[in-house]
């Protein structure tokens, strides 16, 4: 009963507090309608063909590429963005998505990520989003470093 309470409450925060990263993620979801969905923690999956994953309100995209290991990784992980979605509500795209998207795919951080052996996961929002993960669902990220 908590959990389904909780699962509950986590929908509509999301659609209220987060709606407008919900909203978005519900046009990558409708666009990925004819790919395999499942559910985690209350959130939508979506695998997807891209090789990074993405989270928007509640909605999850993990990529094909990952292995099978990586992919719970990556959904754990993900899932710990969904909470910060949560927490900073429409604050979460200046705070998160924005900085997260220019760590990924900014040439220049990419390659100095690469020359300096920088872990992607040591930038602020995505070891949160690990912190958050960790707590909630139990997982080490022994992959995703």
């Known amino acids: ?19 407008i990263q919900t909203l ?4 990558v979801f409708l666009a990925l309608a004819g790919r395999e969905h499942f559910i985690y923690r209350g959130a939508v999956g979506t695998m997807w063909r891209r090789g990074e994953s993405l989270s928007l ?23 710990g963005h969904t909470v910060q979605s949560l927490i900073l509500g429409v604050l979460y795209l200046p705070v998160i998505v924005l900085p997260s998207s220019l ?15 920088i ?12 912190r958050i993960a960790e707590k909630l669902t139990g997982i080490n990220f022994g992959i995703l470093i």
Not at 24 to 27: I, P
Not at 103 to 117: A, E
Not at 119 to 130: L, M
């Open 119 to 130: 872990s992607y996961y040591s930038f602020y929002t995505e070891k949160w989003a690990n």
């Open 57 to 79: 309100g509640m909605f999850i995209f993990i990529s094909e590429q990952a292995s099978p290991e990586a992919r719970k990784e990556l959904c754990a992980h993900e899932y």
């Open 1 to 19: 009963m908590v959990s389904l309470l909780k699962r509950i409450a986590y929908t509509v925060l999301q659609c209220t507090w987060g709606i």
């Open 103 to 117: 760590w990924c795919m900014l040439p220049f951080l990419v390659k100095r990520r690469g020359r300096k052996k």
């Open 24 to 27: 978005a993620g519900a046009v």
